[in-house]
């Protein structure tokens, strides 16, 4: 991963990543929130605290998303951006 990425980089990667894969992802995961790196997602949690806990945990430099999953487009940002700002 290129160092010099941006925390809101990474989150605006990590969720048009996130909205391509939505329509697969519903029927197994719908409801948890997932953690994503890189364009890939990581694992699933029933919280968005557990993810982001996990997420940090994981990954010291902080540039993860948190995304959940669900139709409703207008949270998914909330969550993205809630950690990216939580992070800062």
């Known amino acids: 991963m290129n160092a010099t990425r941006t925390k809101q980089e990474e989150v605006d990667r990590n969720f048009d990543f ?17 953690l994503i790196r890189d364009c890939k997602i990581t694992s699933y949690y029933d919280t968005a605290q557990d993810a982001y806990t996990a997420g940090n ?6 540039l993860f998303s948190i995304q959940r999953v669900t139709e409703e487009i207008g949270d998914l940002g909330f969550y993205s951006h809630a950690v990216h700002l939580g992070s800062a």
């Open 18 to 34: 996130f909205q391509k894969q939505l329509p697969q992802l519903l029927p197994e995961h719908r409801g948890k929130f997932a």
């Open 57 to 62: 945990q994981l990954f010291a430099d902080g």
